[in-house]
């Protein structure tokens, strides 16, 4: 299939799907935070005010999503891509379906254990899905579009959260989000019907059945790929900026530098736009020039010098200012991400690689709530906690650097 001469919105199509799924995923990871604070919801859960209860709905998932995405993601490997992205998708919708009705702790907890886990392969089966479907000059246009899932779903999650909860009810929430889960299978079915894709084991040979003993075989030299282990450290540093970003930025600004809800109401979109435009205009430069290593690291870079800046800066326009050109660059920096992993692994592993890059960078930086927050109790300053985060990025930019020459 000549890919490089198909541009056509028929062949940007199965993007653009992926790229709903992962809105669809992501406002099924956040919109639980929305319930945190409604009374009702926390007395249905027999937890009151227990927020350390309430953290660990959001963390066991994080855990979970991570486990799943690093051990589970090489199912995409053995079976259809495909049908596998239908099969997960599918489990979301029944999942939040039963979180409608569940109505205490315990419950609601495995439910969202079971989520992470049927969420995790979702970034690693897009990427293979990307990896089949487009050509080397077309991959990072097309992983940018599923990856601006994420900008697009913090964008939109919470306010359709917010809005059902306060029309209707907790349940209903949950209802909402299942009731999008099977329209997006619908689009799946429809959208996906004409696309040819094969088992990533089958890739090397034609009508040649490569068994999971294979894959084992080339799963153990993909354990020796030294350029895909850099990557997979960097992105820790790079998930540690996103869910930092997400988690206690908002906090911050309205408890340190003045914010109050209103305010923050009307800029807390900005960085996320300025995230989104990055994605964006970095997918195109990266197909363009195809220096993905060093926009990929320079893009981190730059992230963490804007969030100190955003840290040292007084002025609220200048804080929103720094805060949304550190999230532009991230952004910028995080389009060529899933096309650099493409050039340090073989096709023959693509889910297995997508799954442990994904999972180990989001299993570990989901810790970095925890620890930013306990930097801010340990030592009175929110600054002290954001720096943290800085630094962190900036120092994780650095693992790159002997990809520089070559990707």
């Not at 350029?227 to 790079?238: D, K, Q, R, S």
């Not at 920096?333 to 023959?348: E, K």
Request: hydrophobic share 55%; aromatic share 14%.
């Amino acid at each position: 299939m000549d890919n490089e001469a198909k541009t056509g919105i028929k062949h940007w199509t199965p993007a653009i799907i992926l790229m709903i799924c992962v809105v669809l995923a992501f406002f099924d990871k956040i919109s639980i935070a929305v319930l945190f604070s409604d009374a009702a919801f926390q007395q249905a859960m027999g937890i009151a005010q227990d927020k350390a209860k309430l953290g660990w709905l959001m963390t066991s998932f994080l855990l979970a999503y991570g486990f799943s995405s690093m051990f589970l993601s090489f199912l995409g490997d053995i079976f259809s891509p495909k049908k596998m992205l239908f099969w997960s998708v599918a489990s979301w919708g029944v999942l939040m379906i039963i979180m409608g009705f569940t109505k205490d702790y315990t419950g609601m907890l495995i439910l969202r254990v079971l989520l992470g886990l049927a969420e995790g392969p979702l970034f690693a089966l897009a990427y293979t899905i990307v990896k089949q479907t487009y050509t080397d000059r077309q991959q990072a246009r097309a992983s940018t579009m599923f990856l601006l899932g994420t900008p697009i779903g913090a964008f939109l999650g919470f306010p359709i959260t917010a809005f059902v909860l306060a029309h209707y009810d907790w349940h209903s929430t949950f209802f909402v989000m299942g009731a999008m889960t099977f329209l997006v299978l619908a689009l799946i079915v429809f959208g996906l019907r004409n696309l040819e894709l094969k088992r990533t084991v089958d890739l090397d040979g034609v009508g040649k059945r490569v068994n999971f003993r294979t894959h084992l075989s080339n799963t153990k030299a993909l354990m020796k790929n030294s350029a895909f282990w850099m990557l997979c450290v960097f992105n820790i540093a790079l998930m540690t900026y996103l869910w930092g970003l997400n988690s206690w930025v908002p906090s911050y600004l309205i408890q340190d530098k003045g914010f109050n809800l209103k305010e923050f109401g009307i800029y807390s979109s900005l960085p996320f736009i300025a995230m989104l435009i990055g994605e964006v205009v970095g997918a195109v430069l990266s197909d363009k020039i195809g220096k993905r290593a060093i926009q990929v690291s320079g893009g981190l870079l730059i992230a963490g010098i804007f969030m100190y800046l955003m840290v040292i800066a007084t002025d609220p326009i200048m804080v929103i200012l720094a805060m949304s050109l550190s999230a532009m660059a991230w952004g910028f920096g995080v389009s060529a991400v899933f096309a650099l992993l493409a050039r340090v692994t073989t096709a023959d592993v693509g889910a297995t690689a997508g799954g442990i890059f994904n999972g180990l960078g989001n299993f570990a930086s989901a810790a970095a709530p925890v620890v930013i927050g306990a930097i801010v109790m340990q030592t009175g300053s929110f600054n002290i906690g954001i720096t943290f985060l800085a630094v962190f990025a900036v120092i994780g930019s650095f693992f790159l650097l002997p990809l520089l020459k070559r990707y």
